[in-house]
Each structure stands twice: as structure tokens, then as C-alpha cells.
């Protein structure tokens, strides 16, 4: 399975950008989905995540009230909505999947709950 995600790029505080991460195989059995983000120098973060069939989202706090995440099952594509973007924001972010049938809050934002990882994609914001 792999994952590509997709949309990063230089975006000025205040705006908005949309990020997307689409899987190679539509078979493929994952329960989750989820977003990630590494600034320089820092510990990769939990950002959020989204539960493939059925109900439930997840967005860390620091992002709750400007990020969401949505999910096409028809295009098989996980999309991660940006406004507000602050120059704290500037990271790579990295969609991974999780095969998982149990997910809390605290599994989910650990990275080893996650089987898949895309690539990244830079996200840049300047002040």
C-alpha cells in the first residue's frame, strides 16, 4: 500500500491550503487515517485523524478550530482543510493509515499505531 500525499506548498499567514492523500490500492483494509506533521528540529506530531467507515475524527488541540479532516471513499482520498495557517504551521506532514480495530485518542497519536506512511509534503508560512 503506499500513500501519497499531495498539496503542500508556500502559503502567507492567514491563508488557507488543502492537503490530500490518496492510497494506491481501494482493497486495501485500513480502519484509519490520519495526518502528521514535523517541524525542523522537532519530534514528528499528531495532527489528526479520521476513521474510514462510520463516525469519528480526531484534531489536536492546537489545530482544532482551524484544521479539519475529511475523507472521499469514492476517490479513496483523505483531504486536510488548512485555514488560518500560522508561520507555527511550517512543517512536512505526513498521511499515514492504520489497519487498527481499537483506536483512542492517546493510540492515535502515537506513531506506532500506524502501518503506513506516506512521503510528506512541505508546507511553508511566512509571516
Known amino acids: 500500500v503506499q500513500l501519497q500525499a499531495s498539496g503542500g506548498g508556500l502559503v502567507q499567514a492567514g491563508g488557507s491550503l488543502r492537503l490530500s492523500c490518496a492510497a494506491s490500492?481501494?482493497?486495501?483494509?485500513?480502519?484509519?487515517m490520519g495526518w502528521f506533521r514535523q517541524a525542523p528540529g522537532k519530534q514528528r506530531e499528531f495532527v489528526g485523524a479520521?476513521?474510514?467507515?462510520?463516525?469519528?475524527?480526531w484534531v489536536a488541540d492546537s489545530v482544532k478550530d482551524r484544521f479539519t479532516i475529511s475523507r472521499n471513499s469514492a476517490r479513496n482520498t483523505m483531504t486536510l482543510q488548512m485555514n488560518e495557517i500560522q508561520p507555527e504551521d511550517t512543517a512536512v506532514y505526513y498521511c499515514?493509515?492504520?489497519?487498527?480495530?481499537?483506536?483512542?485518542?492517546?493510540?492515535?497519536?502515537?506513531?506506532?499505531?500506524?502501518?503506513?506512511w506516506g512521503q510528506g509534503t512541505q508546507v511553508t508560512v511566512s509571516s
Open positions: 479520521i476513521r474510514w467507515s462510520g463516525v469519528g475524527t
Open positions: 499515514a493509515a492504520a489497519a487498527q480495530l481499537v483506536a483512542t485518542w492517546e493510540r492515535l497519536a502515537d506513531r506506532t499505531f500506524w502501518n503506513y
Open positions: 490500492e481501494r482493497t486495501f483494509t485500513r480502519s484509519y
